[in-house]
T-cell receptor
Framework: GENVEQHPSTLSVQEGDSAVIKCTYS??????FPWYKQELGKRPQLIID?????GEKKDQRIAVTLNKTAKHFSLHITETQPEDSAVYFC?????????????FGAGTRLAVHP | ETGVTQSPTHLIKTRGQQVTLRCSSQ?????VSWYQQALGQGPQFIFQ???????GRGNFPPRFSGLQFPNYSSELNVNALELDDSALYLC??????????????FGAGSRLTVL
């Protein structure tokens, strides 16, 4: 079944620096890769996603890259701001529920220091 | 357009009891998925409902069950509660078809504490 591994588990950066979070997946049939941001005590919110027919997608300060051959995808945040501090989750379809269901990574706690 | 709403927001139960959690999906969505999020972990898929039927299930025992109603709202029921069931239960709605089933909109969750 699908397995999604996420690294690092914690990441601390200075305001203005870049942050990169990486995920690997096991099921080569997976075709959709979202990233969610969860602030303390709040719901996960979709911040960016990518489908398997493209290699990169950008939305202002955030971008996602996908390497289907290596089965990994990454979240890139540039010019980080304190409000970027949160837990970030990657996900991929698959697992015992099938391809209409998402399997989540364990999360990366990002801290942006002023 | 209304978002995903869940109730109750917090509840405390004791071992062996039963609990029902409720979810109203986002307007225009027809699919509801339930996830369990233990403290410090990622959401774990419990099951999904589409057209009022279970449409896939994760590695959860049968004492976790659910329903979907004609208006696409949903319930999660957990029987014979165990201490390890303490978690945040997240409901997410989506629109099946054209690859939209995985584009999830989450509710704020129901935090269950089992004593």
């Amino acid at each position: 079944g699908e397995n999604v591994e996420q690294h690092p588990s914690t990441l601390s950066v200075q305001e203005g620096d870049s942050a990169v979070i990486k995920c690997t997946y096991s099921d080569s049939a997976s075709n959709y890769f979202p990233w969610y941001k969860q602030e303390l005590g709040k719901r996960p919110q979709l911040i960016i996603d990518i489908r398997s027919n493209v290699g990169e997608k950008k939305d202002q300060r955030i971008a996602v890259t996908l390497n289907k051959t290596a089965k990994h995808f990454s979240l890139h945040i540039t010019e980080t701001q304190p409000e970027d501090s949160a837990v970030y989750f990657c996900a991929a379809p698959g697992g015992p529920g099938g391809y209409n269901k998402l399997i989540f990574g364990a999360g990366t706690r990002l801290a942006v220091h002023p | 357009e209304t978002g995903v709403t869940q109730s109750p927001t917090h509840l405390i139960k004791t071992r062996g009891q039963q609990v029902t959690l409720r979810c109203s999906s986002q307007s225009g969505h027809n699919t509801v998925s339930w996830y369990q999020q233990a403290l410090g972990q990622g959401p774990q898929f419990i099951f999904q409902y589409y057209r009022e039927e279970e449409n896939g299930r994760g590695n959860f025992p049968p004492r976790f069950s659910g329903l979907q109603f004609p208006n696409y709202s949903s319930e999660l029921n957990v029987n014979a509660l165990e201490l390890d069931d303490s978690a945040l239960y997240l409901c997410a709605s989506s629109l099946a078809g054209r690859g939209g089933a995985n584009v999830l909109t989450f509710g704020a969750g129901s935090r269950l504490t089992v004593l």
